[in-house]
T-cell receptor, first 118, second 115 residues
């Protein structure tokens, strides 16, 4: 199976602009999660989508939003970019995404999109 | 609140040495998963292992082994006979109760293996 793919791989934007990142999960995976990785804060969970619905959300401002399509592909949008949004944005997919209890889902990550805000 | 602590930030070893990466976690939940991921310079997080909270058996996979001890809330990772290709950042992570896809990561350990 092909792995998780993310586009674009690199992006340069200026403050105030908005950006949309795309993630295609492993075929058959219905859960897609997004993470932000920065040198200072490390890896932080943004949100998770399952069957086109946001199921979990991290502690990020409303400028960060996402959506998932019927084919499980997901997009993440950041509006009014700030310098601090410069980061590696990682997408992960899993095969069940069942919340709670013991399930078999493991998250597999894509290569990330490196966003630089000038 | 959940927390994962990787106290070691950087480790440097010579090829063929054994190295242990430490991970200590905090959670109030009784059902959870622990993970280790490897991040090479390319940036992609590579899944290494998942362990559920009810399975304390140690696991060995080739040169890799993991020691899970609930009594000390630790999930340590040992690489035997390290190789240059093992050089990467290694992350330990803990799943959120009721949300297995929401992971809390440690800060990561940068492992450098010198020839």
């Amino acid at each position: 199976k092909a792995g998780v793919t993310q586009t674009p791989r690199y992006l340069i934007k200026t403050r105030g602009q908005q950006v949309t990142l795309s993630c295609s999960p492993i075929s058959g995976h219905r859960s897609v999660s997004w993470y932000q990785q920065t040198p200072g804060q490390g890896l932080q969970f943004l949100f998770e989508y399952f069957s086109e619905t946001q199921r979990n959300k991290g502690n990020f401002p409303g400028r960060f939003s996402g959506r998932q399509f019927s084919n499980s592909r997901s997009e993440m949008n950041v509006s009014t970019l700030e310098l601090g949004d410069s980061a590696l944005y990682l997408c992960a997919s899993s095969d069940q995404g069942v919340g709670g209890g013991l399930s078999t889902d493991t998250q597999y990550f894509g290569p990330g999109t490196r966003l630089t805000v000038l | 609140a959940q927390k994962v602590t990787q106290a070691q930030t950087e480790i440097s070893v010579v090829e063929k040495e054994d190295v242990t990466l430490d991970c200590v976690y905090e959670t109030r939940d009784t059902t959870y998963y622990l993970f280790w991921y490897k991040q090479p310079p390319s940036g992609e997080l590579v899944f290494l292992i998942r362990r559920n909270s009810f399975d304390e058996q140690n696991e060995i996979s080739g040169r890799y082994s993991w020691n899970f001890q609930k009594s000390t809330s630790s999930f340590n990772f040992t690489i035997t006979a390290s190789q240059v290709v093992d050089s990467a950042v290694y992350f330990c992570a803990l799943s959120e109760p009721g949300a297995n896809s929401k992971l809390t990561f440690g800060k990561g350990i940068t492992l450098s293996v010198r020839p």
